[in-house]
C-alpha cells in the first residue's frame, strides 16, 4: 500500500534502513510487504523512495504478534505491545505453552496486570490457577532496583533447577514496572543485558514486554537489539 507523501510531514517518517532496524527484518522484507500491501508506506523524492509512519510499523507489530510461539529452547524475546489487551494476550499465549510444555514458570508484573494475565490464562490453560497454588507458576512483581530483580530470578531459577526442573520461562512486563518507569533507558538495556546473561545461564526462555507507545522509534529499535533472540513470522515479521 502506497501513500501520496503529501499527506504528511516527511520529518515524521523513518527511511527503509531505520524501518528495517525498527522491526529487526531486512529491508528486502519491507520492500516484499509494501509491494503486496500488508504494510503502509509513502514515497517520496524523484526517487519515490520509501517512507514509514512509527504508527503504522506499530500495528503491524502488533497484528504480526499474534500468536506468541517459543523458540525451540532457551531465548531472550521482546514484544512491543500497543494496548493492555495485547500484553495481557501475549502473556497468557507465552506462559501456557510453556506451563503445558511442564516448564516452571514466572510472571513478573505489577498486581493488577497479573491478575488480568492469570484470569486469561485460565481461560487458555484452566490449570492456570493450580498450577499457581503449586508453585509451577510463580507470580511476581518487578523489584525498586536492577540488582535487586537480578538477585531474585537467580535466586529463582536456582530453585527451580535445584527442584528438578527441566525449563524455565519467564514473561515480564517490563514497561509496567519500577525499572520501565523510573530509571533512565540506558539502565534498562543495561539490566536486559544482564537478564540477559543470566537467563542464558540457567537456560531460560523470556519474553519481556513494552508499551510501544511510551518508546520513541530509536528506544524500540534499540530494546529490540539487546533482546538476541528475536522470532519470526512466517512471512518475516517480528512477533514477540
Known amino acids: 500500500m502506497v501513500r501520496d ?5 516527511q520529518s515524521e517518517l523513518l527511511d527503509i534502513a531505520q524501518a528495517a532496524a525498527f522491526l529487526h527484518v531486512s529491508q528486502m522484507s519491507l520492500r516484499r510487504w509494501t509491494n503486496s500491501g500488508r504494510l503502509p508506506c509513502f514515497r517520496v523524492g524523484g526517487r519515490r523512495e520509501r517512507r514509514f509512519r512509527r504508527a503504522d510499523l506499530l500495528a503491524f507489530l502488533e497484528r504480526s504478534g499474534e500468536p506468541i510461539r517459543a523458540p525451540q529452547g532457551p531465548g531472550h524475546l521482546c514484544g512491543l505491545y500497543t494496548s493492555m489487551a495485547a500484553r495481557e494476550r501475549w502473556a497468557a499465549a507465552f506462559l501456557a505453552a510453556g506451563l503445558e510444555a511442564g516448564a516452571i514458570s514466572f510472571l513478573a508484573a505489577e498486581a493488577a496486570v497479573r491478575q488480568r494475565v ?3 490464562l485460565a481461560g487458555d490453560w484452566p490449570a492456570a490457577r493450580a498450577a499457581a497454588r503449586s508453585g509451577r507458576l510463580v507470580l511476581s512483581q518487578y523489584a525498586p532496583s536492577a ?5 531474585y530470578w537467580e535466586a529463582g531459577f536456582t530453585s527451580a533447577t535445584g527442584a528438578g526442573a527441566r525449563e524455565l520461562r519467564v514473561a515480564g512486563d517490563v514497561s509496567g514496572g519500577p525499572l520501565g518507569r523510573r530509571r ?3 539502565d ?3 539490566y536486559e543485558r544482564e537478564y ?5 545461564r540457567f537456560g531460560v526462555t523470556t519474553l519481556c514486554l513494552y508499551d510501544a507507545r511510551r518508546l520513541s522509534g530509536v528506544e524500540a529499535s534499540r530494546v529490540l537489539q539487546v ?3 528475536m522470532l519470526a513470522h512466517a ?3 517480528l512477533v514477540s
Open 184 to 186: 533512565s533507558f540506558d
Open 227 to 229: 533482546h538476541s533472540d
Open 118 to 120: 492469570l484470569a486469561r
Open 188 to 190: 534498562v538495556l543495561a
Open 5 to 9: 507523501s503529501a499527506m504528511t510531514q
Open 196 to 200: 540477559g546473561a543470566l537467563s542464558r
Open 147 to 151: 540488582a535487586a530483580q537480578l538477585e
Open 235 to 237: 512471512g518475516g515479521a
